[in-house]
């Protein structure tokens, strides 16, 4: 008795390019550490066996940009800190996601002064908003389906018509 008898007449499975990759893209993607302050616990915790999130396909942290699509900016973001934050980002190849963690990296946070800059949407795009003080490792992991959702929407750019 082979599969076919088994399984029945299934058809074929047809998808479109463009779902497939996404799809793989949801399913492999590689997060950036970059944590900056108390939300870092958290996002470690949401890493960690209670929940998981290699359930995702994202089995560690990347400590190099050039390894990561995802970059996770956990904490508060100093004036000092923006220019490594946004090289790093350059870094990271393309296509590339980042999710802003916690209100201190959302808005600034309790702090209301010059040091800390308000919203890392300054420095770089930010993709999905996670909040909280801190945010709870649920949350990120709302964040990051939240993020995929949306990836797996996303259309193929079309070719620009530049000369080389």
Not at 44 to 58: E, L, N, T, V
Not at 121 to 150: F, Q, S
């Amino acid at each position: 008795m082979g599969v076919e008898q088994k399984l029945g007449n299934l058809g074929a499975v047809t998808t479109t390019l463009e779902q497939a990759v996404n799809w793989s893209r949801t399913n492999a993607m590689w997060p950036m550490l970059f944590g900056l302050a108390c939300c870092a616990i958290e996002m470690m915790s949401a890493q960690a066996a209670d929940y998981d999130m290699s359930r995702f396909g994202m089995e560690l942290m990347r400590p190099s940009p050039r390894q990561s699509d995802l970059m996770i900016v956990a904490g508060r973001v100093s004036r000092k800190m923006a220019p490594v934050l946004r090289r790093l980002y350059d870094q990271m190849p393309d296509p590339k996601w980042v999710v802003a963690m916690g209100d201190c990296c959302s808005c600034g946070g309790v702090f209301n002064n010059y040091a800390i800059v308000p919203g890392v949407d300054e420095i770089v795009p930010v993709d999905v908003y996670v909040a909280g003080c801190p945010p709870r490792p649920e949350a990120l992991i709302h964040g990051i389906l939240t993020l995929h959702a949306k990836v797996r929407g996303e259309k193929f750019a079309a070719p620009s018509a530049e000369v080389r």
